[in-house]
């Protein structure tokens, strides 16, 4: 039994990861929780759905296009919704608000397309997958831990060492100094939204062939993952492991412990006494601006 609550604790580590490095990405530069991101997660795993089950594509094209439609519904709600509401001076609070209308409007379209039944992608008998010392683990769960620290590590030297990550960095840092040297806010937010959602899509990919899917999916998760980087710290990326690796065990834990029922309620936990003990999370630094 430890030995799978350590597979259960891996699972849900790595999904927690990637899940909030693809919000943190949006939050660091734009500076407000971007709650629609919830609806790129969910909306990859119905076009999955819909190219591999509805319309019996190859599961390799169905998973690529999943991909590029959720990443581009995640591109269209800046250009069309922040962009201009920015453009008019809207607040971090307001921008919230468009986007908490934009993810509830979004929802209900998927509700109605779909229904707010649970859909599966998995065509084959449901197998109990590989016994290691008594514990078991599937195929879908060794490529979800394979493939989120991969990407993970892809997104942290991305950040590190490439000219796109430098100028999300020199945006997070000071949005107006950037402008003014040259690198345009705009367009860095832009490939920051598109970078999220190609992460969230992925995830939730990876959740629909090991879970299945409902609608509000999205929602549950991107909590966990805005609070493994509030945790964590905002833009720092060994707070993320840190507080994805501890969310995990303390959610398994006590579903062991005292039940499953009480998974959710340790998130909020978790958050409430980090917000009062050390808002600043795991990190422990605040990120460095210089006015003009």
């Given amino acids: 039994m430890e030995m799978q609550l350590v597979f259960n604790i891996s699972i849900s580590f790595v999904l927690f990861l990637i899940i909030g490095q693809s919000f943190s990405l949006t939050y660091y530069t734009a500076r407000f929780f971007h709650v629609a991101h919830a609806f790129t997660l969910t909306i990859a795993a119905y076009f999955l759905f819909f190219f591999y089950i509805q319309l019996q594509n190859p599961v390799w094209f169905s998973i690529l296009l999943a991909i590029v439609c959720a990443t581009i519904m995640g591109i269209l709600s800046e250009l069309a919704l922040y962009k201009p509401l920015r453009r008019h001076n809207a607040t971090p609070m307001m921008l919230m608000i468009a986007s908490l209308v934009l993810y509830i409007v979004l ?33 879908i769960q060794i490529i979800t831990i394979v493939v989120c620290m991969a990407l993970f590590t892809s997104c942290v030297l991305l950040l590190k060492f490439s000219r796109i990550g430098r100028g ?87 579903a062991y412990y005292i039940g499953s029922q009480w998974m959710d309620a340790v998130a909020y936990i978790i958050l409430i006494l980090f917000l009062i003990a050390r808002p600043l999370g795991f990190s422990g630094k605040r990120l460095k601006k210089i006015e003009i």
Avoid at 234 to 245: E, I, K, R, T, Y
């Fill in 107 to 139: 929802q209900n379209v998927i509700s109605i397309l779909w229904s707010n039944n649970t859909q599966s992608v998995r065509t084959g008998g449901i197998s109990v997958g590989y016994n290691f010392f008594g514990a078991f683990i599937t195929d």
């Fill in 168 to 254: 999300i960095r020199a945006v997070a840092s000071n949005s107006e100094l950037s402008n003014v040297v040259g690198i345009h806010s705009n367009k860095v937010i832009l490939w920051a939204f598109a970078i999220g959602s190609a992460l969230a899509a992925i995830a939730g990919i990876l959740i629909a062939f090991d879970m299945g899917m409902n609608p509000m999916m999205g929602f549950n998760w991107l909590l966990c993952g805005i609070v493994v980087m509030i945790i964590g710290g905002v833009g720092s990326h060994w707070g993320l492991l840190g507080g994805a690796l501890f969310l995990a065990t303390a959610q398994h834990l006590a």
